[in-house]
């Protein structure tokens, strides 16, 4: 039985609730601490905003949708597919979104049936990596985004820890497409994946990292040493936006173009993150 969380993703009252969490996790947050919560708050919602027409939008760890459901929002003719590991949220995900494409799997950069580690208490940090606490283990497919995927425009992969192994596994996808990734990068490495491994992925494929609030501006791509420092607490963002060095200046006034539309919340957080 979908939760109520679940019940009111993509709808209005929906929408004010998040708007009106945002806010007072903005209000509550320690002030070393505000602009990693404001980027955080920024990625997606500005990642929504950066869909145009018809674009193929990949979300790798899809979980009750959110994030489909905002791409919905913003850019209704969008063509989405999703991929997800756990069966329950599938079957959710696939009433939810009828007309998108989704695919009950873990995605890496190895195929075969792998662990699956299920996060009783917040289903969001489900992920392969074996946790403690309270968790069920189930077995899923794991699969290669190449195999699966010929075309994407946009992508966003939160897998909690196992981002490098996704990325890995579409190596074709990426150089072919040249698409901008929104990526989840945390503190702690995980599964032997590391941050010096993810930055470099990049580097050797002709992207820059950015942080969500500096994708609008004409600020440098981050080094590595820039990129390790940002996990360092207070951290920087835990979302990062990996550009194609080719596409670079397009994708900055796509961003900064959004400025100009009426007044959005995603200007104020930015405005709110400059002035941190």
Request: glycine share 6%.
């Amino acid at each position: 039985m979908p939760t109520l969380k679940q019940l009111l993703v993509g709808t209005m009252f929906g929408r004010w609730l998040s708007t009106a969490r945002d806010f007072f996790s903005l209000v509550r947050a320690p002030r070393v601490a505000l602009g990693t919560t404001v980027n955080d708050q920024l990625a997606p919602r500005l990642l929504a905003q950066l869909c145009r027409p018809n674009d193929v939008f990949v979300d790798v760890g899809a979980h009750i949708g959110s994030v489909i459901a905002e791409v919905r929002h913003n850019c209704p003719s969008a063509r989405i597919v999703a991929f997800e590991a756990m069966p329950d949220k599938v079957a959710w995900l696939t009433r939810k979104f009828p007309t998108a494409t989704v695919h009950c799997c873990a995605l890496s950069d190895q195929t075969g049936e792998a662990e699956f580690f299920v996060n009783l208490s917040q289903s969001g940090y489900s992920s392969l990596a074996e946790q403690q606490g309270s968790v069920r283990r189930i077995k899923v497919d794991r699969k290669r985004m190449d195999d699966l995927l010929d075309w994407a425009d946009l992508i966003k992969i939160d897998v909690e820890g196992a981002e490098l192994g996704v990325l890995r596994g579409a190596v074709k996808l990426i150089e072919k497409c040249q698409p901008l990734i929104m990526f989840e990068s945390g503190p702690h490495d995980v599964l032997g994946f590391t941050k010096e491994g993810m930055f470099n992925f990049f580097s050797e494929r002709n992207y820059g990292l950015l942080a969500p609030n500096r994708l609008a501006h004409r600020s440098s791509v981050m080094t590595l040493d820039s990129f390790l420092d940002g996990h360092e607490y207070p951290r920087r963002t835990t979302n990062y936006f990996a550009v194609p060095l080719t596409r670079l200046d397009e994708f900055r006034m796509r961003a900064a173009s959004l400025s100009h539309r009426k007044p959005s919340r995603n200007v104020a957080l930015e405005a709110a993150s400059l002035a941190i």
